[in-house]
T-cell receptor, first 115, second 112 residues
């Protein structure tokens, strides 16, 4: 079984500052992937970034980077230079590389960017 | 190249009616997943289908819920005799079998 824990129900950040959203996971799978999704108030799920468990480099996508610490089973999302449009719910999720390949989601963090 | 198409976007049903949610995967994708999101919660896996086959329905409620992905046409999630607790956002995602999902915009079901 897989489990994702996001311990920050809500976060505030000032515009243009960086923010880290925490995510820890638990799995018995040897090979897996980790995702972050953004869900704005309009409701759609927007893919942000992906990290494979065997990737040695931390993933980056523009202003998003994933701080992957495998030994600690953490996959924190770092958003640099926050913008007002970053205000949304953020979900961490994981998927095994074999078998069912369904995503397991955390409960999410609501980020509010203040001007 | 159209993404995952879900319709309707919003659906209102009275208690006891049936709800049918449709999902057309991305072109070339043969794997479809349905997830449910209750208010203020993360998405929860419901069912995984390939064309004409249910691969894993371990997340589906035992009663009233069913899903299909026919050879032709969209995948359908069907909820019979809806109750207020079925009110949620239902998301479909498709993949080509490798890492990387594409989600649809979801269907918001409201049961009144």
């Amino acid at each position: 079984a897989q489990k994702i824990t996001q311990t920050q129900p809500g976060m505030f950040v000032q515009e243009k500052e960086a923010v880290t959203l925490d995510c820890t996971y638990d799995t018995s799978d040897q090979s897996y992937g980790l995702f972050w999704y953004k869900q704005p108030s309009s409701g759609e799920m927007i893919f942000l970034i992906y990290q494979g468990s065997y990737d040695e480099q931390n993933a980056t996508e523009g202003r998003y980077s994933l701080n992957f610490q495998k030994a600690r089973k953490s996959a924190n999302l770092v958003i640099s230079a926050s913008q007002l449009g970053d205000s949304a719910m953020y979900f961490c999720a994981m998927i095994p590389d074999t078998g069912r390949r369904a995503l397991t989601f955390g409960s999410g963090t609501r980020l509010q960017v203040q001007p | 190249n159209a993404g995952v198409m879900q319709n309707p976007r919003h659906l209102v049903r009275r208690r006891g009616q049936e709800a049918r949610l449709r999902c057309s995967p991305m072109k070339g994708h043969s794997h479809v997943y349905w997830y449910r999101q209750l208010p203020e919660e993360g998405l929860k896996f419901m069912v995984y289908l390939q064309k004409e086959n249910i691969i894993d329905e371990s997340g589906m409620p035992k009663e009233r819920f069913s899903a299909e992905f026919p050879k032709e046409g969209p995948s359908i999630l069907r909820i019979q005799q809806v109750v207020r607790g079925d009110s949620a956002a239902y998301f479909c995602a498709s993949s080509g079998g490798t890492a990387g999902y594409t989600f649809g915009s979801g269907t918001r079901l409201t049961v009144v």
